[in-house]
C-alpha cells in the first residue's frame, strides 16, 4: 500500500523533459541560426544581391563600351569631342548652354 499512495514522479519528470526539449527544438528551429526565419532573411538578401550584381554588370558594361569607343583601335570622335569639353568646361559656338 505504500507504493500506491506515493504519486509516481518519474513519467511526469519524463514527460516534462520530453516537452522541454520538444520546445526548445522547435524554437530553435524556427529563430535560431538556421532556422526558418534566417532562411527568410538570407533570401531576401540573395535578391537583393542579385539585383545588385546586375546593376553592377550593366555599369561594367557601359564602362567596357567607352572604353573600347576611345581606345586606339576603334576611336569615337564624336565621344571624344563630348568628354574633351565636358573635361576643359568649353562649349562650340553652336551650341546653347542652359542653366
Known sequence: MNRSSRPAFGPFVFFALALGL???FTFA??????????????????????????????????MESLTKRLSDDYLDLDLLDE???????????DEIVIR
Open 29 to 62: 528551429a524556427v529563430q535560431g541560426d538556421f532556422g526558418l526565419f534566417r532562411r527568410a532573411e538570407i533570401n531576401a538578401e540573395a535578391d537583393q544581391l542579385k539585383i545588385q550584381l546586375s546593376e553592377v554588370r550593366e555599369e561594367v558594361a557601359r
Open 22 to 24: 520538444a520546445t526548445y
Open 83 to 93: 568628354r574633351a569639353r565636358r573635361v576643359l568646361g568649353m562649349i562650340r559656338a
